[in-house]
């Protein structure tokens, strides 16, 4: 399912409801590094809920050597979910109607919700935009010193050695700022066009808010399915 503009079109505006069970999917929108795995992580907890992370690298593994293809939780272990049958389902893009990505991993999974972290807009392109989003944002210095701390790992033995201990290393050049500054710039722009492109509704989170405050209230079920059964309370972390 290589999805041309115009596809990728029709996806953001076609409802996600694979055949069989109603399943409700919440798609965590951000950059790299904007706190996705811990709201992931958290939302994962409520009942009925799965927090899938990252499902892309189910068909990337196939173009992308540094992609392990084994669950990024399970590791080398037999994962419950996503079983071989699941990966050759989920592999064969093109055998898939839009919105069974998620069909398929909640059927695995037994739940009635799932979460994705898949984070950039190409990826829900592909497999069906979610049917609620959070954006996740956090403060912009903090972002950019995330993203240029692995754009430009130290050098020096020295340097690295307290790099990997988490111990302040030698601050970065201007230039090596200015690309961190632009990319964050260039892909904020991105995501924000697109979430507002979608008919879909969308909450902002901020990591600091998250941390200090908790999530916001946020129906994980959508409207059309009646009644969220998930309490604000159930939201506070």
């Keep these: 399912m290589h999805a041309d503009d115009s596809t990728q079109e029709s996806n953001r505006r076609r409802p996600n409801r694979g055949r069989g069970r109603l399943v409700s999917s919440v798609g965590i929108v951000g950059l790299d590094y904007c706190g996705s795995t811990l709201v992931n992580n958290i939302l994962s907890g409520l009942p009925g809920c799965i927090g899938v992370g990252e499902s892309h ?43 069974d990505w998620w069909r398929v991993i909640a059927g695995s999974a037994r739940a009635d919700v799932i979460i994705s972290a898949d984070k950039r807009p190409r990826h829900f392109d592909r497999f069906g935009v979610p049917d609620k989003l959070l954006l996740m944002v956090k403060d912009p210095r903090s972002h950019i010193v995330s993203w240029c701390r692995r754009k430009f790992p130290p050098v020096e033995k020295s340097d690295v050695e307290a790099y990997h201990k988490g111990e302040e290393v030698d601050g ?66």
């Design 57 to 99: 690298w189910i068909v990337d593994r196939v173009r992308n050597e540094n992609q392990s293809g084994l669950c990024t939780e399970c590791f080398d272990e037999p994962c419950p979910v996503f079983t071989e049958d699941v990966y050759e389902r989920l592999g064969d893009e093109d055998a898939l109607e839009l919105g």
């Design 172 to 237: 970065l050049l201007e230039e090596q700022f200015s690309e961190g500054l632009n990319h964050w710039v260039r892909e904020t722009r991105i995501h924000l066009d697109w979430c507002i492109d979608t008919d879909k509704p969308v909450a902002v989170v901020s990591l600091e808010s998250l941390v200090s405050r908790g999530l916001p209230s946020f129906d994980l079920v959508s409207s059309s399915d009646g009644p969220s059964p998930y309490p604000p309370k159930h939201l506070v972390y």
